[in-house]
């Protein structure tokens, strides 16, 4: 891994002014956000709205138009090797004979930045390390009991924790998850939400995924990101999922409401993207 000076202080990511363009056209622009060690964050927004995009500049993926972005004290792409990356993605074929377990070892390959394995070890000894690491993994997120079986066969909450495990295997300093509770039920939402704030703690790894209902990661987010019409805001939950806030951001009325038992409904969310310059009609 590589150790930089005085890491334990610095933020993980820091933007500011963070514009991206793609295509000819302005994706989001001013965007600012702090992301410190050990932090939980949801990237919050309608479709269309940027959030894959963020987290491919994150990645140094995508080049900035303006602003400044700072992931672990670096430039973008200098960063890439110590984040571990689960693309937006849909589920596997039932056909997929290849074995949960090892689908999580694929993570070892490539680039062996990150493992806590010394280079002068034997071939053997490394193997065994990286063996005892995927057995580690795969205990952390719950998935010991499944993961020998076909991953094709498993359900969409099985295969979403065998991939988070696979981005795990290095033992990245940065986790980013493109919408990991996307095809998941409400129980398995929640009980993934609070794996991710699990691994914060125990890998000491800070967590930025993508999501598009806040309600079941409620309990662990230490805060979001909400990207709409363009622009984003970061804040705490209460600072950003309020009327005001998304009223400005949608640039049209939006009201958010909170039932009894603490769910937020967000009402008048437009359901096609909106961008700057672009006028839509409210939905609902
Ligand atoms: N390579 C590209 N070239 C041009 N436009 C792009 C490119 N990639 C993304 N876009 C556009 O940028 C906007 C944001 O896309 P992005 O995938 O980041 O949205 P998203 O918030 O992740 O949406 P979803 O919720 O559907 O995943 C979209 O309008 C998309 O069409
Ligand atoms: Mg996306």
Request: glycine residues 12%; charged residues 20%; contains cysteine.
């Amino acid at each position: 891994m590589i150790e930089l000076v005085g890491e334990e202080t610095q933020s993980m990511i820091k933007l500011a002014g963070a514009t991206v363009r793609l295509g000819g056209r302005r994706v989001f622009g001013d965007v600012e956000l702090t992301v410190e060690p050990g932090q939980l964050v949801a990237v919050l927004g309608p479709n269309g709205g940027g959030k894959t995009t963020l987290m491919r500049m994150i990645l140094g993926l995508v080049p900035l138009e303006a602003g400044s972005a700072t992931v672990l004290g670096r430039p973008p792409a200098q960063a890439r090797p110590a984040i571990g990356y689960l693309p937006q993605r849909r589920s596997f074929d039932s056909s997929t004979r290849i074995r949960g377990i090892d689908l999580v070892r694929l993570g070892l390959d490539g680039a062996r930045w990150g493992i806590p394995i010394p280079v002068t070890s034997t071939a053997r000894r490394r193997r065994r390390a990286e063996t005892t690491r995927v057995g580690e993994v795969i205990e952390l997120v719950g998935a010991t009991t499944y993961a020998r079986r076909a991953i094709g066969e498993l359900s969409g909450g099985e295969q979403q924790r065998l991939l988070i495990a696979q981005a795990l295997i290095r033992k990245p300093r940065l986790l980013i998850l493109d919408e990991p509770l996307d095809s998941l039920d409400l129980p398995n939402q929640a009980a993934v939400a609070g794996l991710l704030r699990r691994i914060c703690s125990i890998e000491g790894v800070s967590v930025l995924l993508v999501a598009h209902d806040v309600n079941p990661l409620l309990g662990s987010l230490d805060q979001v990101i909400y990207l709409a019409g363009g622009r984003a805001r970061s804040g705490t939950v209460d600072e950003v999922i309020t009327s005001s806030t998304l009223t400005q951001l949608y640039g049209a009325p939006i009201e958010v409401l909170q039932t009894t038992d603490g769910r937020l409904v967000v009402v008048g969310q437009p359901e096609a993207p909106h961008h700057h310059g672009h006028r839509h009609e409210l939905v609902g």
